[in-house]
């Protein structure tokens, strides 16, 4: 992968109501070209699915589970990292992605429940992917697309057991591990 180095931050995942949306949350970061999910809840078993999805489809994206996240942001940004956290409330993202496409590390936040106000200070932009309330999966696809380097559409994933083959119709996948193997079901 080329481009800035971006992670995201997931706060406040519930693992008895949020399990859909935080897997969605890792699989869009990593397919729009996050290195990485940071977790700030405790279920491994989300961090597994994840990493279990992302080794089959390529790439080297990981998730770290049950981070403290004060902890990592500060450790982002004494590390020179940017952290852009995404609200509703904040500037609109058409206004300040020139400004953001200018980071070369990055760390972007999403929230679940009610985000603490520490973060909104931490934070170097809150971010609103438009001014009306949707969700942080359509969030970090929106702002991904507009800071990236290049075309995180077109990007490649190294060393996958499953690739697919783009098609005007039906499904054609490629199991790498099996030479002879494209499943057109
Ligand atoms: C479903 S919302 C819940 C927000 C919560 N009720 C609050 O007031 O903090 C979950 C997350 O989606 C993201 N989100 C939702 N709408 C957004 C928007 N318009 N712009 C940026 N992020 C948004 C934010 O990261 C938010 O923390």
């Keep these: 992968m080329t481009g800035k180095q971006i992670i995201v931050l997931r706060l406040g995942h519930r693992p008895e109501r949020d399990k859909r949306i935080t897997t969605h949350v890792g699989l869009t970061a990593r397919a729009f070209g996050a290195e990485g999910l940071l977790l700030a809840s405790d279920d491994r078993a989300i961090a597994d699915n994840i990493e279990s ?4 489809w390529g790439g080297n994206f990981y998730v770290k589970n049950n981070v403290n996240w004060k902890k990592e942001i500060q450790s982002w940004k004494n590390n020179g990292g940017k952290v852009c956290h995404l609200s509703m409330y904040g500037l609109n993202l058409s206004d300040v992605e020139s400004d953001i ?16 106000p520490e973060v909104y200070d931490m934070a170097d932009l809150n971010v609103a992917v438009g001014n009306q309330p949707h969700s942080e999966v359509a969030a970090i696809s929106v702002t991904m697309d507009r800071i990236s380097d290049y075309d995180p559409l077109k990007q490649e994933f190294g060393d996958a057991e499953l690739s697919i083959v783009p098609t005007s119709r039906g499904k054609k996948v490629i199991d790498n591990t099996n030479s002879d193997n494209i499943n057109n079901n």
């Design 53 to 56: 999805v992302a080794r089959r």
């Design 101 to 116: 496409k200018n980071w070369h590390k990055i760390m972007i936040i999403v929230g679940a429940e009610k985000v603490p």
